[in-house]
């Protein structure tokens, strides 16, 4: 059972920044894309980053120039930086390998003055 555990979510100022953390059980994040996914209130879940095995990134348009999907493989935790936060960016954060496994509780993100 792949066991993804997100943190470092919080209440933050429009323009602020926060850094979400994917903390796996064992290796599974260094050899298979892992991706960040949010869902607002009354909304349905959306991809926002992935970065593949080999590095490579793709990121929503909406977080394109403000987020940035990085990963440890020696700490088997994979990143998200977020900087210029807009309330619209309000949501669960999760986080999840791309092909597989199975959400998790996810880290909430509110962008509130």
């Known amino acids: 059972q792949v066991q993804l555990v997100e943190s470092g979510g919080g209440l933050v100022q429009p323009g602020g920044s926060l850094k979400l953390s994917c903390a796996a059980s064992?290796?599974?994040?260094?050899?298979?894309?892992i991706g960040w996914y949010r869902q607002a209130p009354g909304k349905q879940r959306e991809p926002v980053a992935v970065i593949r095995s080999g590095g490579s990134t793709n990121y929503a348009d909406s977080v394109k120039g403000r987020f940035t999907i990085s990963r440890d493989n020696a700490k088997n935790t994979v990143y998200l930086q977020m900087n210029s936060l807009k309330p619209e960016d309000t949501a669960v954060y999760y986080c999840?390998?791309?092909?597989?496994?199975?959400w998790g509780q996810g880290t909430q993100v509110t962008v509130s003055s």
């Open positions: 064992g290796s599974i994040l260094s050899g298979n894309a």
């Open positions: 999840k390998p791309v092909n597989f496994g199975s």
